[in-house]
């Protein structure tokens, strides 16, 4: 039996690494799946050997506070490695661990496929060189890296984006209203505050304090909660505010998004999953004031949307940091959504970000790649 160690460290990661191990489970082979991954890959048959929900931290201060657990962490996976080594690893985004990794997996001499690379194009070009060094192949989610990871001569395939095959509707508007209770004649405000404890900390009061200045006569609000945000956390923020009726929405982010009138969303898969349903959105983001200075420093880009990146255009507004409050958000939302101009422009150039991303099955071409690496 070929084994396969996987890193996977946060939500959006686990579900795309969980496509893939499902592709392979179909086929022929006999695999074990093991390492650092979530409860979407876990269903799929993934032994995992640390506790995921300890992984899910964003940010230089953030990460410095849980630095021994990721020390431990490292330790241990070098303990395997030399005990058990698999056959292969498989590293999923996630790249401040994902990248020392890769290199300790090569000093074993372990086959290392990255899955969905790290963001060099925003961050540390750098970073190209450490990937042609330390993996095997790299397959890649967005078309525009072709050029940098072909410059570097890095053994690469484009396999499409995973949102193309995950986004499933599960409701159209009247089911999903009459599930949560909602107003057919009411327009739908969507808030996806993130899937991080952290995120929650910073993102939700703001979009709570945002909420108070819409008519609840005129609008539902309808509030996403990860599975992986703590219970307390999240309604202890949520009821220290005076607020108007929220509808909470867990596993339906998608028929969210799609049936909101207007999306404010966190910066990160979330924003482009909206923008790959079609549905307008502006792009919220707020961390540490420490980890932001120290951030801001190291990005190349002036955008940090993913679909303003890939559409190479300012659509979405991108309040980060300080700009992240309430009246700023309010009035975006608003801005947008009384202008038929602007809402027609989204739709419009949301189509083409959809042509860009295409349809490929992003996991059964990175299960294409595992087969052909543990076969060598």
């Keep these: 039996m070929k084994k396969i160690f996987w890193i996977a460290g946060e939500n959006s990661s686990d579900l795309h690494a969980s496509f893939?191990?499902?592709?392979?489970?179909?086929?022929?082979?006999?695999?074990?799946?093991?390492?650092?991954?979530?409860?979407?890959?876990?269903?799929?048959?993934?032994?995992?050997?640390?506790?995921?929900?300890?992984?899910?931290?964003?940010?230089?201060?953030?990460?410095?506070?849980?630095?021994?657990?990721?020390?431990?962490?490292?330790?241990?996976?070098?303990?395997?490695?030399?005990?058990?080594?698999?056959?292969?690893v498989v590293l999923v985004d996630y790249p401040g661990m994902n990248m020392r990794i890769a290199k300790l997996a090569k000093s074993f001499g372990i086959p290392v496929l990255y899955y969905i690379c790290p963001q060099f194009w925003a961050w540390k070009k750098n970073r190209l060189l450490k990937l042609k060094k330390f993996t095997d192949h790299i397959s890649f989610i967005l078309p525009f890296e072709k050029k940098y990871l072909d410059e570097y001569k890095i053994l690469s395939t484009y396999v499409g984006h995973p949102i193309a095959e995950e986004i499933v509707i599960g409701f159209n508007k009247k089911d999903f209203a009459e599930k949560y209770n909602l107003d057919l004649n009411k327009k739908w405000l969507g808030f996806l505050p993130g899937s991080r404890n952290t995120e929650i900390r910073k993102i939700l009061p703001e979009y709570l304090k945002a909420i108070k200045k819409f008519d609840p006569a005129q609008y539902e609000f309808l509030f996403s909660k990860a599975t992986t945000i703590s219970d307390i956390l999240f309604h202890k923020i949520i009821a220290s505010y005076d607020l108007p009726k929220i509808s909470f929405i867990k596993n339906?982010?998608?028929?969210?998004?799609?049936?909101?009138?207007?999306?404010?969303?966190?910066?990160?898969?979330?924003?482009?999953?909206?923008?790959?349903?079609?549905?307008?959105?502006?792009?919220?983001?707020?961390?540490?004031?420490?980890?932001?200075?120290?951030?801001?420093?190291?990005?190349?880009?002036?955008?940090?949307?993913?679909?303003?990146?890939?559409?190479?255009?300012?659509?979405?507004?991108?309040?980060?940091?300080?700009?992240?409050?309430?009246?700023?958000?309010?009035?975006?939302?608003?801005?947008?959504?009384?202008?038929?101009?602007?809402?027609?422009?989204?739709?419009?150039?949301?189509?083409?970000?959809?042509?860009?991303?295409?349809?490929?099955?992003?996991?059964?071409?990175?299960?294409?790649?595992?087969?052909?690496?543990i076969n060598e």
């Design 20 to 88: 893939v191990i499902k592709a392979l489970n179909k086929r022929a082979l006999k695999l074990q799946h093991f390492g650092i991954g979530g409860p979407e890959m876990q269903a799929n048959g993934f032994d995992a050997i640390f506790p995921f929900e300890k992984f899910s931290v964003m940010g230089f201060l953030e990460v410095l506070k849980h630095l021994f657990f990721f020390i431990n962490v490292e330790k241990q996976i070098k303990k395997l490695f030399f005990s058990s080594k698999p056959d292969l």
């Design 252 to 373: 339906d982010n998608y028929s969210l998004m799609k049936h909101c009138d207007f999306i404010v969303a966190k910066s990160g898969t979330s924003s482009l999953e909206t923008a790959y349903i079609g549905t307008p959105f502006i792009i919220v983001y707020k961390t540490s004031k420490i980890s932001y200075e120290i951030g801001k420093r190291f990005i190349t880009i002036n955008r940090i949307g993913l679909p303003n990146i890939i559409l190479d255009k300012d659509l979405a507004p991108e309040l980060i940091q300080d700009k992240a409050n309430a009246e700023n958000i309010y009035f975006n939302v608003t801005d947008i959504l009384n202008s038929k101009e602007k809402c027609q422009t989204f739709h419009y150039e949301l189509k083409k970000l959809h042509s860009i991303l295409g349809n490929k099955s992003a996991s059964e071409g990175t299960a294409n790649i595992i087969e052909d690496l």
